[in-house]
Protein backbone atom coordinates (compact mmCIF):
# COMPACT_ATOMS: atom_id res chain seq x y z
CA UNK A 1 0.00 0.00 0.00
CA UNK A 2 1.03 3.72 -0.88
CA UNK A 3 1.62 6.04 2.09
CA UNK A 4 -1.47 7.59 1.40
CA UNK A 5 -4.49 7.17 -0.69
CA UNK A 6 -7.53 8.80 -1.40
CA UNK A 7 -10.73 7.21 -1.50
CA UNK A 8 -13.68 9.11 -2.94
CA UNK A 9 -13.99 11.64 -0.01
CA UNK A 10 -11.60 10.66 2.60
CA UNK A 11 -7.74 9.72 2.54
CA UNK A 12 -6.10 7.07 4.26
CA UNK A 13 -3.22 6.82 5.63
CA UNK A 14 -0.99 5.02 8.28
CA UNK A 15 -0.26 6.40 12.04
CA UNK A 16 3.02 6.97 12.04
CA UNK A 17 3.42 7.97 15.81
CA UNK A 18 1.74 4.08 16.98
CA UNK A 19 4.56 2.77 14.34
CA UNK A 20 6.50 0.04 14.60
CA UNK A 21 4.23 -1.73 17.38
CA UNK A 22 1.02 -0.73 15.91
CA UNK A 23 -0.19 -0.85 12.21
CA UNK A 24 -3.10 1.81 12.38
CA UNK A 25 -4.72 3.25 9.75
CA UNK A 26 -6.55 6.50 9.71
CA UNK A 27 -9.13 7.87 7.55
CA UNK A 28 -9.16 11.75 7.39
CA UNK A 29 -12.59 13.17 6.57
CA UNK A 30 -12.16 16.96 6.48
CA UNK A 31 -8.73 19.47 6.02
CA UNK A 32 -8.55 19.81 9.52
CA UNK A 33 -8.18 16.27 10.01
CA UNK A 34 -5.05 16.39 8.03
CA UNK A 35 -3.56 19.06 9.20
CA UNK A 36 -4.04 17.56 13.20
CA UNK A 37 -2.21 14.55 11.83
CA UNK A 38 0.04 16.85 10.36
CA UNK A 39 1.06 18.64 13.24
CA UNK A 40 0.95 15.65 15.51
CA UNK A 41 3.33 14.01 12.90
CA UNK A 42 1.57 10.90 12.08
CA UNK A 43 2.24 12.27 8.93
CA UNK A 44 5.56 12.96 7.88
CA UNK A 45 8.34 13.30 6.14
CA UNK A 46 8.63 16.36 3.50
CA UNK A 47 7.14 14.88 0.08
CA UNK A 48 4.36 13.05 2.54
CA UNK A 49 3.35 16.28 3.71
CA UNK A 50 3.29 18.11 -0.14
CA UNK A 51 1.02 15.33 -1.02
CA UNK A 52 -1.09 15.50 2.30
CA UNK A 53 -1.89 19.20 1.77
CA UNK A 54 -2.41 18.68 -1.53
CA UNK A 55 -4.98 15.96 -0.38
CA UNK A 56 -6.57 17.92 2.50
CA UNK A 57 -7.41 20.77 -0.19
CA UNK A 58 -8.88 17.96 -2.53
CA UNK A 59 -11.34 17.04 0.75
CA UNK A 60 -11.98 20.82 1.11
CA UNK A 61 -13.43 20.93 -2.29
CA UNK A 62 -14.91 17.50 -2.81
CA UNK A 63 -16.99 18.34 0.30
CA UNK A 64 -17.78 21.89 -0.93
CA UNK A 65 -21.42 23.15 -1.17
CA UNK A 66 -20.18 26.14 -2.70
CA UNK A 67 -22.37 27.05 -6.02
CA UNK A 68 -20.11 29.65 -7.25
CA UNK A 69 -15.86 29.89 -7.96
CA UNK A 70 -15.75 32.77 -5.81
CA UNK A 71 -17.14 30.73 -2.69
CA UNK A 72 -15.18 27.49 -3.37
CA UNK A 73 -11.93 29.58 -3.57
CA UNK A 74 -12.93 31.15 -0.48
CA UNK A 75 -12.99 28.08 1.80
CA UNK A 76 -9.84 26.66 -0.27
CA UNK A 77 -7.75 29.97 0.81
CA UNK A 78 -9.60 28.87 4.67
CA UNK A 79 -8.02 25.43 3.90
CA UNK A 80 -4.54 26.20 2.45
CA UNK A 81 -4.15 28.81 6.10
CA UNK A 82 -4.71 26.19 8.01
CA UNK A 83 -2.46 24.09 6.37
CA UNK A 84 0.33 26.36 6.03
CA UNK A 85 0.13 27.06 9.80
CA UNK A 86 0.98 23.34 10.82
CA UNK A 87 4.89 22.67 10.06
CA UNK A 88 6.86 25.54 8.71
CA UNK A 89 10.14 23.98 7.25
CA UNK A 90 9.61 21.29 4.65
CA UNK A 91 9.01 23.56 1.58
CA UNK A 92 7.02 20.47 0.13
CA UNK A 93 3.89 21.47 1.55
CA UNK A 94 3.91 24.97 0.64
CA UNK A 95 4.63 24.05 -2.69
CA UNK A 96 2.04 21.55 -3.14
CA UNK A 97 -0.51 24.13 -1.30
CA UNK A 98 0.44 26.27 -4.06
CA UNK A 99 0.06 24.40 -6.82
CA UNK A 100 -2.75 23.24 -6.23
CA UNK A 101 -4.39 26.55 -5.70
CA UNK A 102 -3.31 28.11 -8.35
CA UNK A 103 -4.38 25.71 -10.73
CA UNK A 104 -8.21 25.69 -9.29
CA UNK A 105 -7.45 29.32 -9.61
CA UNK A 106 -6.78 28.99 -13.75
CA UNK A 107 -9.76 26.66 -13.94
CA UNK A 108 -12.66 28.99 -15.71
CA UNK A 109 -15.30 26.59 -15.14
CA UNK A 110 -18.28 25.51 -12.99
CA UNK A 111 -17.58 24.32 -9.49
CA UNK A 112 -18.26 20.58 -10.43
CA UNK A 113 -14.87 21.22 -13.06
CA UNK A 114 -12.80 22.86 -10.61
CA UNK A 115 -13.39 20.09 -7.92
CA UNK A 116 -12.40 17.89 -10.34
CA UNK A 117 -9.51 19.49 -10.96
CA UNK A 118 -8.35 20.25 -7.75
CA UNK A 119 -8.33 16.20 -6.92
CA UNK A 120 -7.05 15.34 -10.05
CA UNK A 121 -3.78 17.87 -9.33
CA UNK A 122 -3.82 16.09 -5.65
CA UNK A 123 -3.59 12.59 -6.93
CA UNK A 124 -0.85 13.89 -10.10
CA UNK A 125 1.18 15.57 -6.99
CA UNK A 126 1.10 11.65 -5.49
CA UNK A 127 1.67 9.86 -8.37
CA UNK A 128 4.78 12.12 -9.60
CA UNK A 129 6.18 11.55 -6.21
CA UNK A 130 6.22 8.17 -7.20
CA UNK A 131 7.63 8.49 -10.42
CA UNK A 132 10.46 11.27 -8.82
CA UNK A 133 11.54 8.61 -6.63
CA UNK A 134 11.96 5.80 -8.86
CA UNK A 135 14.09 8.31 -11.17
CA UNK A 136 15.88 8.86 -8.36
CA UNK A 137 16.92 5.95 -6.69
CA UNK A 138 18.08 4.82 -10.18
CA UNK A 139 20.41 7.99 -10.35
CA UNK A 140 21.66 7.29 -7.37
CA UNK A 141 22.44 3.54 -7.25
CA UNK A 142 25.33 4.60 -9.56
CA UNK A 143 27.05 6.08 -6.27
CA UNK A 144 26.39 3.06 -4.73
CA UNK A 145 29.41 0.18 -5.04
CA UNK A 146 28.89 -3.10 -4.35
CA UNK A 147 29.90 -4.27 -0.39
CA UNK A 148 28.88 -0.40 0.87
CA UNK A 149 27.36 0.18 3.91
CA UNK A 150 26.06 3.43 3.83
CA UNK A 151 24.13 5.24 6.63
CA UNK A 152 21.22 7.07 6.60
CA UNK A 153 19.61 9.61 9.26
CA UNK A 154 15.59 9.89 10.18
CA UNK A 155 13.69 8.58 7.39
CA UNK A 156 13.46 9.29 4.32
CA UNK A 157 12.00 5.82 3.28
CA UNK A 158 8.24 5.10 1.58
CA UNK A 159 6.94 6.40 4.69
CA UNK A 160 8.21 9.70 4.36
CA UNK A 161 6.82 9.97 0.61
CA UNK A 162 4.05 8.26 -1.12
CA UNK A 163 6.53 5.23 -1.43
CA UNK A 164 9.42 4.15 -2.20
CA UNK A 165 11.62 6.42 -0.60
CA UNK A 166 14.29 9.35 -1.45
CA UNK A 167 17.40 7.83 0.55
CA UNK A 168 16.14 4.79 0.95
CA UNK A 169 14.65 4.87 -2.22
CA UNK A 170 18.75 5.13 -4.04
CA UNK A 171 19.90 2.27 -1.25
CA UNK A 172 16.27 0.34 -2.43
CA UNK A 173 17.75 1.04 -5.93
CA UNK A 174 21.09 -0.38 -5.93
CA UNK A 175 20.32 -3.47 -3.72
CA UNK A 176 17.45 -3.79 -7.65
CA UNK A 177 20.89 -3.37 -8.97
CA UNK A 178 22.46 -6.02 -7.77
CA UNK A 179 25.06 -4.80 -5.66
CA UNK A 180 24.78 -6.15 -1.15
CA UNK A 181 24.58 -3.09 0.92
CA UNK A 182 24.48 -2.75 4.62
CA UNK A 183 22.11 0.15 6.26
CA UNK A 184 23.38 1.87 9.18
CA UNK A 185 20.16 3.83 10.66
CA UNK A 186 20.85 6.21 13.55
CA UNK A 187 18.00 6.55 15.71
CA UNK A 188 17.44 9.82 15.78
CA UNK A 189 16.11 11.05 18.87
CA UNK A 190 13.85 13.12 20.51
CA UNK A 191 10.86 11.15 17.94
CA UNK A 192 12.63 8.07 17.06
CA UNK A 193 12.17 7.93 13.53
CA UNK A 194 15.42 6.09 12.54
CA UNK A 195 14.97 3.21 15.08
CA UNK A 196 10.86 3.11 14.73
CA UNK A 197 10.56 3.57 10.98
CA UNK A 198 13.52 3.50 9.09
CA UNK A 199 14.66 0.41 11.32
CA UNK A 200 11.00 -0.85 10.24
CA UNK A 201 11.02 -0.78 6.70
CA UNK A 202 14.47 -1.93 6.22
CA UNK A 203 14.20 -4.98 8.59
CA UNK A 204 10.63 -5.74 6.69
CA UNK A 205 11.85 -5.73 3.50
CA UNK A 206 15.17 -8.23 4.66
CA UNK A 207 17.79 -5.46 4.24
CA UNK A 208 21.28 -6.31 6.97
CA UNK A 209 20.57 -3.29 9.07
CA UNK A 210 22.23 -2.01 12.37
CA UNK A 211 20.52 0.77 14.58
CA UNK A 212 22.98 3.47 16.81
CA UNK A 213 22.65 5.94 18.80
CA UNK A 214 23.26 9.49 17.18
CA UNK A 215 26.02 9.62 19.40
CA UNK A 216 27.53 6.95 17.95
CA UNK A 217 28.71 7.80 14.15
CA UNK A 218 31.49 9.73 14.78
CA UNK A 219 32.89 6.36 16.08
CA UNK A 220 31.61 4.06 13.30
CA UNK A 221 33.06 6.54 11.12
CA UNK A 222 36.39 6.40 12.90
CA UNK A 223 36.83 2.91 12.54
CA UNK A 224 36.40 2.77 8.51
CA UNK A 225 32.42 1.32 9.30
CA UNK A 226 30.67 3.32 6.60
CA UNK A 227 31.61 3.91 3.08
CA UNK A 228 28.70 6.53 1.97
CA UNK A 229 26.34 8.95 3.85
CA UNK A 230 22.91 9.17 2.06
CA UNK A 231 19.85 11.29 3.78
CA UNK A 232 16.92 12.70 3.00
CA UNK A 233 16.24 16.72 2.98
CA UNK A 234 13.03 19.29 4.07
CA UNK A 235 14.13 21.67 1.87
CA UNK A 236 17.17 22.60 -0.19
CA UNK A 237 18.25 26.54 -0.39
CA UNK A 238 21.22 27.42 -2.46
CA UNK A 239 23.65 27.74 0.26
CA UNK A 240 22.32 24.93 2.49
CA UNK A 241 20.49 21.59 2.64
CA UNK A 242 17.69 21.50 6.02
CA UNK A 243 17.23 18.12 7.02
CA UNK A 244 16.94 16.55 10.52
CA UNK A 245 18.26 17.75 13.44
CA UNK A 246 21.41 15.78 13.84
CA UNK A 247 22.23 16.22 9.43
CA UNK A 248 24.54 18.21 10.06
CA UNK A 249 26.90 16.77 12.76
CA UNK A 250 26.64 14.00 10.28
CA UNK A 251 27.78 16.01 7.11
CA UNK A 252 30.67 17.12 9.45
CA UNK A 253 32.21 14.14 10.73
CA UNK A 254 31.42 12.29 7.31
CA UNK A 255 33.72 15.16 6.01
CA UNK A 256 36.27 14.47 8.60
CA UNK A 257 36.63 10.97 7.68
CA UNK A 258 36.63 11.80 3.84
CA UNK A 259 33.07 9.95 3.36
CA UNK A 260 31.26 11.41 0.33
CA UNK A 261 28.23 12.72 1.86
CA UNK A 262 24.77 12.44 -0.59
CA UNK A 263 21.25 14.04 -0.38
CA UNK A 264 18.80 12.23 -2.19
CA UNK A 265 15.43 14.58 -2.50
CA UNK A 266 13.11 15.40 -5.25
CA UNK A 267 12.80 19.00 -6.95
CA UNK A 268 10.10 19.78 -5.24
CA UNK A 269 12.05 20.04 -1.88
CA UNK A 270 13.90 22.63 -3.85
CA UNK A 271 14.00 26.11 -2.87
CA UNK A 272 17.21 27.39 -4.80
CA UNK A 273 16.23 31.04 -4.44
CA UNK A 274 16.20 31.50 -0.77
CA UNK A 275 19.14 31.06 1.37
CA UNK A 276 19.62 29.77 4.85
CA UNK A 277 19.34 32.61 6.72
CA UNK A 278 15.49 32.89 4.95
CA UNK A 279 14.79 28.78 6.35
CA UNK A 280 12.48 28.71 9.84
CA UNK A 281 13.32 26.19 11.93
CA UNK A 282 10.67 24.38 13.65
CA UNK A 283 10.90 24.19 17.63
CA UNK A 284 9.26 21.70 19.24
CA UNK A 285 7.74 20.74 22.54
CA UNK A 286 10.77 20.63 24.97
CA UNK A 287 8.61 17.92 26.17
CA UNK A 288 9.91 15.20 23.59
CA UNK A 289 13.60 15.96 24.69
CA UNK A 290 12.80 15.90 28.69
CA UNK A 291 10.56 12.56 28.08
CA UNK A 292 12.29 9.62 26.43
CA UNK A 293 9.09 7.93 24.40
CA UNK A 294 6.78 9.38 26.52
CA UNK A 295 8.59 9.02 30.01
CA UNK A 296 9.86 11.57 32.02
CA UNK A 297 13.53 10.77 32.03
CA UNK A 298 14.60 14.40 32.90
CA UNK A 299 14.57 16.18 36.25
CA UNK A 300 10.83 17.63 36.05
CA UNK A 301 11.26 21.29 35.85
CA UNK A 302 14.21 21.11 33.70
CA UNK A 303 14.19 23.49 30.37
CA UNK A 304 15.48 21.56 27.33
CA UNK A 305 15.49 23.33 23.57
CA UNK A 306 14.25 20.83 20.68
CA UNK A 307 14.78 22.53 17.07
CA UNK A 308 13.75 19.91 14.45
CA UNK A 309 15.57 20.50 11.84
CA UNK A 310 19.66 21.92 10.94
CA UNK A 311 21.40 23.31 8.12
CA UNK A 312 24.47 21.97 6.28
CA UNK A 313 26.59 23.83 4.39
CA UNK A 314 26.69 23.06 1.00
CA UNK A 315 30.61 22.38 1.39
CA UNK A 316 29.84 19.27 3.46
CA UNK A 317 27.35 18.14 0.68
CA UNK A 318 29.02 15.72 -2.04
CA UNK A 319 26.45 15.68 -4.40
CA UNK A 320 22.94 15.67 -4.64
CA UNK A 321 20.30 13.80 -6.39
CA UNK A 322 17.40 14.27 -7.61
CA UNK A 323 14.98 12.87 -9.91
CA UNK A 324 16.61 14.49 -13.09
CA UNK A 325 19.70 13.39 -12.10
CA UNK A 326 23.21 13.49 -9.43
CA UNK A 327 24.47 17.12 -9.00
CA UNK A 328 26.99 19.11 -7.52
CA UNK A 329 25.82 21.59 -4.76
CA UNK A 330 27.33 24.65 -7.40
CA UNK A 331 24.76 23.33 -10.25
CA UNK A 332 22.15 22.88 -8.57
CA UNK A 333 20.24 25.48 -10.55
CA UNK A 334 20.90 23.66 -13.47
CA UNK A 335 18.33 21.13 -11.81
CA UNK A 336 15.45 23.92 -11.55
CA UNK A 337 14.16 23.48 -15.05
CA UNK A 338 12.52 20.30 -13.93
CA UNK A 339 10.47 21.68 -11.44
CA UNK A 340 6.86 23.55 -11.94
O1 LIG B 1 10.22 15.71 11.41
P1 LIG B 1 10.09 14.78 10.24
O2 LIG B 1 10.01 13.35 10.64
O3 LIG B 1 8.98 15.19 9.31
O4 LIG B 1 11.46 14.98 9.46
C1 LIG B 1 11.68 14.23 8.29
C2 LIG B 1 13.04 14.39 7.77
O5 LIG B 1 13.82 15.18 8.24
C3 LIG B 1 13.37 13.61 6.55
O6 LIG B 1 14.72 13.26 6.54
C4 LIG B 1 13.08 14.48 5.32
O7 LIG B 1 11.75 14.92 5.33
C5 LIG B 1 13.32 13.76 4.06
S1 LIG B 1 12.05 12.60 3.77
C6 LIG B 1 12.11 11.89 2.28
Not at 98 to 104: F, I, L
Request: proline share 3%; aromatic share 6%.
Amino acid sequence: MRTIEWKTGIVKTIDQTKLPRQTVFLELKNCNEVAEAIKNMRMRGAPLLGAAAAYGLALTAYHSTARDKEKLMEELTISAETLKKTRPTAVNLFWAIDRVMNKAEKTNENTESIVKTIIEEAQKIADEDVEMNLRMGEHGSTLIDDGDTVLTHCNAGALATVDYGTALGVIRAARKNGKRIEVIATETRPLLQGARLTAYELFRDGFPITLITDSMAGYIMSKGLINKVVVGADRIVKDAVVNKIGTFTLAVLAHEHKIPFYVAAPTSTFDINRLAKDVIVEERSMEEVVKFAGIQVAPQGVTASNPAFDLTPMKYVTAIICEAGVFSPTELHKSSRFRD
